[in-house]
T-cell receptor
């Protein structure tokens, strides 16, 4: 089967750094996505990791360890607008679908 | 550029009534199309996906069905809604298989009363 785990909620302070973890168990793992979803809106793409290591995109970075079945999304210099849910999703070889985690709701406080 | 449309934006329907949600994509050909449902405070549940006209894969047995009558049109239907069908319905497209970024429509918030 397939299983994806993320913390349900996290809080952080404006200007700080926060790390959102995602662990997965899946057969035929290919890559891992992170999406951001503001309340009442559609998810938007943040990153896609296939290889081990850290990929940086501005204030956001995503890390993957295939051997550990582990990923994290790192958000630096937090802003109020970063308050949103962050969804981890896994794709597998020879499939056309993503499996999403339940998401982590991040609240940024001033 | 590609755009994805969904309508209606919000819908309130009584239990037992039918449902039809439509999704259309512009600016691309032969996209993969997906229907997801998101219950309040929950993650995305994949309901159906399609890799071509008339090709529908169902992920969850339920009282919903999907059809793809045209290359860039994806329809979600039900003959009789249940209370448990309430949620936020999202349509998405991608340019290929699961390793491609998915682009989501604005969603339809359905409340079954």
């Amino acid at each position: 089967g397939q299983n994806i785990d993320q913390p349900t909620e996290m809080t952080a302070t404006e200007g700080a750094i926060v790390q959102i973890n995602c662990t997965y168990q899946t057969s035929g793992f290919n890559g891992l996505f992170w999406y951001q979803q503001h309340a009442g809106e559609a998810p938007t793409f943040l990153s896609y990791n296939v290889l081990d290591g850290l990929e940086e995109k501005g204030r956001f970075s995503s890390f993957l360890s295939r051997s550990k079945g582990y990923s994290y999304l790192l958000l630096k210099e937090l802003q109020m607008k970063d308050s949103a849910s962050y969804l981890c999703a896994v794709d597998s070889y020879n499939t056309d679908k993503l499996i999403f985690g339940t998401g982590t709701r991040l609240q940024v406080f001033p | 550029s590609q755009t994805i449309h969904q309508w209606p934006a919000t819908l309130v329907q009584p239990v037992g009534s039918p449902l039809s949600l439509e999704c259309t994509v512009e600016g691309t050909s032969n996209p993969n199309l997906y229907w997801y449902r998101q219950a309040a405070g929950r993650g995305l549940q994949l309901l159906f996906y399609s890799v071509g006209i008339g090709q529908i894969s169902s992920e969850v047995p339920q009282n919903l069905s999907a059809s793809r009558p045209q290359d860039r049109q994806f329809i979600l239907s039900s003959k009789k809604l249940l209370l448990s069908d309430s949620g936020f319905y999202l349509c998405a497209w991608s340019g290929g298989g699961a390793s491609y970024e998915q682009y989501f429509g604005p969603g339809t918030r359905l409340t079954v009363t």
